[in-house]
Every structure is written in structure tokens, then in C-alpha cells.
Nanobody
Framework: QVQLVESGGGLVQAGGSLRLSCTASGRTLGWYAMGWFRQAPGKEREFVAA????????DYADSVKGRFTISRDNAKNTVYLQMNSLKPEDTAVYYCAARRAPRVVTTNDYNYWGQGTQVTVSS
């Protein structure tokens, strides 16, 4: 019902910035809570950031607070993750996710997932 496609990943030096985008097809993202997750080699998928359907409420993992910013543009069916002051520890495959929910969702309980985009931070 909802197809999510991430973009914007790549290779960046430590201290640099990247902006990830996640665009939906099939239907609009109105009334969908959105989230970003990441999975590093040998690690389990972990929560990064989430935003409510209206964009008025957000939540972040402690490891990215103050460095990452999640936002959305429902008119464009797109959610963003602005990543600043990147560290090598941020290297992972980043996934966006969607769920029909009235509030932010910080758990792994999402209905739709993208294919992921690789982010590599070099020292």
C-alpha cells in the first residue's frame, strides 16, 4: 500500500553533513507517523528519530540528539533526516518507516519500510 524509497546516502568525512530523503509512492503520507532507523554491520537495527504525522512532535535516540534533525513535508510525501557533525560510529544502512498512528512511534513497530540507503563516515 505504501512504498518508501530512501535517497541521499553516501560517503562523507567525519564532521560533515548529509541529508537523507524518503519519498512515498502509492499514497500520501498524511496521518502517518514516520521514523528513521539504522543498522550497522553486526548490529541490530536501532531507532534513530521519529516524527508525528503533523510534524509537531519529534523524538531522537540519545546518540544523535543535537546532531540530527527529522522533518517532513506532507505535500511532497517526503520525510527528511538532516545529519550534522557525523561520526564514524554513524556508519550504517539507514531505513525510513511509516505507520498509521496519531503520535510518534519510537519502537520497531512500523508497518512499512524502505530498502535503505548506505551512509559511510570516514575518519
Amino acid at each position: 500500500q505504501v512504498q518508501l524509497v530512501e535517497s541521499g546516502g553516501g560517503l562523507v568525512q567525519a564532521g560533515g553533513s548529509l541529508r537523507l530523503s524518503c519519498t512515498a509512492s502509492g499514497r500520501t503520507l498524511g496521518w502517518y507517523a514516520m521514523g528513521w532507523f539504522r543498522q550497522a554491520p553486526g548490529k541490530e537495527r536501532e531507532f534513530v528519530a521519529a516524527i508525528s504525522w503533523g510534524g509537531d512532535s519529534t523524538d531522537y535516540a540519545d546518540s544523535v540528539k543535537g546532531r540530527f534533525t527529522i522533518s517532513r513535508d506532507n505535500a511532497k510525501n517526503t520525510v527528511y533526516l538532516q545529519m550534522n557533525s557525523l561520526k564514524p560510529e554513524d556508519t550504517a544502512v539507514y531505513y525510513c518507516a511509516a505507520r498509521r498512528a496519531p503520535r510518534v512511534v519510537t519502537t520497531n513497530d512500523y508497518n512499512y519500510w524502505g530498502q535503505g540507503t548506505q551512509v559511510t563516515v570516514s575518519s
